[in-house]
């Protein structure tokens, strides 16, 4: 019989793996349900295995606590031997909340993290035959080789003058011992990658639109209303897509993005002339794209530390940038199929070449359940979204060289801002930018060469923002609230004809609404609370 039973509901299957191989690196044997013997009744070998273990240790998540076997197996060690650990940011069921439960919540399999080493030392208390877990200053001689002491009360870890070995021994190689956590670092590498082949198939098609239109003689209004359509398309995908991803999975939302996107890519290569058929797929192409953008955010981000959430974001928006201004630069003269077959081929072949690493994921390490975000801050962030949407749009209205330099210069700040918001958050830096903004806009109106000057700090507000939403939401609606952002972020129609008419009432009226809009942005940001960066800090 093992020493431990680990009680989890089925989503959480990645977690519990996970958890049963810290364990048993601690030298327990583990038993869950994945080893059940063929032919025998399980639920009676389940109710075997409860009676026989010395310790039931149950993973507390949105899954678990609505699932009636994981609740029964909870009760059965209610006598004395229950130990739980939340693993997502919920409260357990009735009957359970009267017990401590470890926030394990932003632990990924390491053996010396702060709050896994408790939860071993309270295992141990339960346990017979197993010591205090080791810290990190203990040596790994005494963890190794050293016989086993009475169990005692936990005491706090004595300071590394004080340890019994007097000489250091190097630390050996364990083959069992758990990785170190640098799979949350390489999906998000992962996720910005793939967000930047999604921002460059986007440029590349919007090309192919504009030339294809041009060659047939199309109206300009015809160009208009594609791009229009897809902007109005990606809205729309952005809010259904996120919240489909909640609920089955951000990681099949964002491979089938991805097709979906490469195909509308191939298919307008056949559309050249027929203006329904190009209005078709520019309409397909935002959906896909909108859809796929807060699930790769929140796959990127969800549950990591605050440092990697930051620099996560806020990479994938000026990697787009960078790579949209860079295809629009060298793709001049170019036949525009060219690229377009090219990218649509690329990015197909990554709907493959990601699929079993994508396809299982909802968020970093777990399953999600999925819910709608939280009204006050989704209202917030959306309002700041908008509003900067308006100013992005009036300023657009410059020529082509203002948005280039400046454009550039901005997206560079952008990653200074990030820099200062991994130490003081993002909620700072944005009320800052608001504020510059705001300023640089009243002396426009003295001066018109400093609207030029707003659009600096500006940029810097629409980069950091959707990483504010990523700190500030719970990782179970994470995608849900991060479509709903960056769908109002996005504009579409309301934002493009507030922009038409503030930009035809001259430069007065420019400076006094753009002041306005940041202001009334920098309030915003004041009711948004975020929480505190800390190097393991997840989401409240």
């Known amino acids: 019989m093992s020493d431990i039973f680990l009680s989890y509901a089925r989503e959480d299957a990645a977690r519990a793996e996970q958890m049963a191989h810290a364990l048993e690196s601690q030298g327990w044997s583990v038993w869950w349900d994945r080893r059940i013997p063929h032919g025998q009744d399980f639920t009676t070998y389940i109710q075997r295995q409860l009676d026989a273990a010395g310790c039931v240790v149950v993973l507390w998540s949105n899954s678990s606590i609505a699932s009636q076997f994981v609740r029964d197996e909870a009760t059965e060690g209610l006598n004395g031997r229950l130990l739980p650990a939340l693993i997502e940011r919920v409260r357990p069921p009735l009957?359970?909340?009267?017990?401590?439960?470890?926030?394990?919540?932003?632990?990924?399999?390491?053996?010396?993290?702060?709050?896994?080493?408790?939860?071993?030392?309270?295992?141990?208390?339960?346990?017979?035959?197993?010591t205090k877990a080791p810290s990190r200053i203990e040596p790994i001689a005494v963890r190794m080789k050293a016989p086993a002491p009475p169990i005692q009360p936990p005491l706090p870890p004595p300071?590394?003058?004080?340890?019994?070995?007097?000489?250091?021994?190097?630390?050996?190689?364990?083959?069992?011992?758990?990785?170190?956590?640098?799979?949350?670092?390489s999906l998000a590498l992962l996720v910005v990658l793939v967000g930047c082949a999604a921002g460059l198939a986007n440029v590349v098609q919007r090309g192919?639109?504009?030339?294809q239109a041009e060659a047939y003689?199309?109206?300009?209004?015809?160009?208009?209303?594609?791009?229009?359509?897809?902007?109005?398309?990606?809205?729309?995908?952005?809010?259904?897509?996120?919240?489909?991803?909640?609920?089955?999975?951000r990681g099949r939302v964002v491979l089938g993005g991805l097709a979906g996107l490469a195909l509308s890519m191939l298919a307008s290569l056949a559309a050249a002339g027929d203006a329904p058929s190009m209005f078709v797929m520019a309409t397909a192409s935002g959906i896909t794209a909108g859809a796929l953008l807060p699930n790769l955010i929140a796959l990127g981000t969800a549950g990591g530390p605050a440092r990697l959430q930051i620099w996560t974001t806020a990479a994938i928006?000026?990697?787009?940038?960078?790579?949209?201004?860079?295809?629009?630069?060298?793709?001049?003269?170019?036949?525009?199929?060219?690229?377009?077959?090219?990218?649509?081929?690329?990015?197909?072949?990554?709907?493959?070449?990601?699929?079993?690493?994508?396809?299982?994921?909802?968020?970093?390490?777990?399953?999600?359940?999925?819910?709608?975000?939280?009204?006050?801050?989704?209202?917030?962030?959306?309002?700041?979204?908008?509003?900067?949407?308006?100013?992005?749009?009036?300023?657009?209205?410059?020529?082509?060289?203002?948005?280039?330099?400046?454009?550039?210069?901005?997206?560079?700040?952008?990653?200074?801002?990030?820099?200062?918001?991994?130490?003081?958050?993002?909620?700072?830096?944005?009320?800052?930018?608001?504020?510059?903004?705001?300023?640089?806009?009243?002396?426009?109106m003295q001066a018109p060469e400093y609207f030029i000057m707003a659009a600096v700090p500006l940029i810097v507000l629409r980069v950091l923002l959707p990483a504010l939403a990523v700190r500030c939401y719970d990782a179970s609606v994470l995608a849900s609230g991060l479509g709903v952002v960056l769908a109002l972020r996005q504009g579409a129609a309301i934002s493009d004809?507030?922009?038409?008419?503030?930009?035809?009432?001259?430069?007065?009226?420019?400076?006094?609404?753009?002041?306005?809009?940041?202001?009334?942005?920098?309030?915003?940001?004041?009711?948004?609370?975020?929480?505190?960066?800390?190097?393991?800090?997840?989401h409240t």
């Open 217 to 249: 003689g199309l109206p300009r209004a015809l160009i208009s209303a594609q791009l229009f359509a897809h902007t109005v398309a990606f809205v729309a995908g952005a809010c259904l897509g996120g919240l489909v991803g909640d609920r089955i999975g």
């Open 497 to 538: 004809s507030v922009a038409f008419e503030v930009w035809n009432a001259g430069e007065s009226a420019i400076g006094v609404a753009v002041a306005i809009a940041m202001t009334v942005t920098l309030v915003l940001f004041v009711f948004v609370r975020e929480p505190r960066p800390t190097d393991s800090g997840g």
């Open 208 to 211: 192919l639109f504009v030339r």
């Open 317 to 444: 928006f000026v990697g787009q940038s960078v790579a949209g201004r860079a295809a629009d630069a060298l793709l001049v003269g170019v036949d525009a199929r060219v690229p377009v077959a090219i990218v649509g081929v690329v990015v197909l072949g990554l709907v493959g070449l990601l699929w079993k690493t994508l396809r299982p994921l909802s968020r970093t390490g777990t399953s999600a359940r999925g819910g709608f975000a939280p009204l006050a801050v989704t209202a917030a962030l959306g309002a700041a979204g908008l509003l900067s949407a308006v100013v992005m749009n009036v300023f657009a209205r410059r020529p082509s060289t203002f948005d280039t330099a400046f454009g550039l210069g901005g997206l560079a700040l952008a990653l200074v801002g990030a820099a200062v918001a991994t130490r003081w958050g993002c909620r700072p830096v944005l009320m800052t930018a608001a504020g510059a903004t705001a300023l640089a806009a009243i002396a426009g």
């Open 95 to 130: 009957g359970f909340r009267a017990l401590q439960s470890a926030d394990l919540t932003d632990w990924r399999g390491t053996a010396d993290h702060h709050e896994f080493v408790r939860f071993v030392e309270s295992i141990a208390a339960i346990v017979p035959g197993r």
């Open 159 to 185: 300071p590394a003058a004080a340890s019994p070995v007097s000489i250091p021994v190097p630390r050996p190689v364990v083959e069992d011992e758990p990785a170190e956590a640098s799979a949350p670092v």
